[in-house]
């Protein structure tokens, strides 16, 4: 089955430049970081998002308030699209008092309750469990709330998504599983590691319905997502979108990505990239022109510069929090 399209007949300029505007941030932070890293000023290990920015960006478009996300490493796409603050979470990149964690936590440990984001996991596939455990707090609750579980085509392979698959059916659990497939599981490309052709028909087994989307429209996988959250809103249980999406730098910071041609890399940079989509959009529909969309880039420039210099100057986490946030006082 090919990756679901959609119209783009009915799409208002205002729907367009909040695309335009949120996904560039998310490009121009990630390269921001790429550059931070390259300094020494963030440790560690650091994947980056340059690419992948439809799929979060459509998706958050189908989010009510109180919805909940849950991901892998590859966060930082979704903390900006979810509303943390790019000086909060660079801040936390750099080990620095003013990030989300206090600094303590780096990519894979930052969390905003206020946001109802719950990570950022360095563990492969860990973060689907928790994505059910938040869905079924949810469903118990009785307040319609919908979970969004995010993790990748790697991710895809281990067992632990598949006994939540099966949990997640068996319980009728609002959670929408969202399939990364930015087509490689940090070196090995998908069609060396998974044996069905469309990873998201293995809901099938348990019952749970899925589809396809082309993860480089933010149109389609806007669509797919309102698809997806009508579905567990309505009380059917999980829902498995798989969105085809492609990532432009390496796994993380330290991998030169040589198990791929750099002719593959721009082929989709020119052919697919999902900020050009929109700005052509924007740009043939007469919505704007080519100096209004400068003035965006300059706006959004001028965020992610801030952004860098809250976190070089945050001071580092002073010796005493090494002990606090460790265990959660409960009462009787």
Known sequence: ????????????????????????????????????????????????????????????????????????YRDHGHMLACGMEAD????????????YSKGKGGSMHMFSKEKHFYGGHGIVGAQVPIGAGLAFADKYLGNGRVTFAY????????????????????????????????????????????????????????????????????????AAGETAVAHCRSSKGPYILEIKTYRYRGHSMSDPAKYRTREEVQKIREEKDAIEHVRDLLLTGKHCNEDDLKVIDKEIKAVVNKSAEFAKESPEPALEELWTDIYAQVED
């Open 88 to 99: 909060g979470v660079m801040a936390e990149l750099t080990g620095r008092s003013g990030g």
């Open 151 to 222: 993790f990748g085509d790697g991710a895809a392979n281990q067992g632990q998504v598949y006994e939540t698959f099966n949990m997640a059916a068996l319980w009728d659990l609002p959670v929408i599983f969202v399939i990364e497939n930015n087509q490689y599981a940090m070196g090995t490309s998908q069609q060396r590691s998974t044996s069905s052709a469309e990873i998201y028909e293995r809901g099938h087994a348990f019952g749970i319905p899925g589809e396809a989307v082309d993860g480089m429209d933010v149109l389609a996988v806007q």
């Open 1 to 72: 089955m090919a990756a679901k399209k959609t119209s783009k007949a009915n799409v208002s300029k205002d729907d367009l430049m909040h695309f335009y505007r949120e996904m560039l941030l998310i490009r121009r932070f990630e390269e921001k970081a790429g550059q931070l890293y390259g300094m020494g000023l963030i440790g560690g290990f650091c994947h980056l998002y340059i690419g992948q920015e439809a799929v979060v960006v459509g998706l958050e478009a189908v989010a009510e308030e109180g919805d909940k996300r849950v991901t892998s």
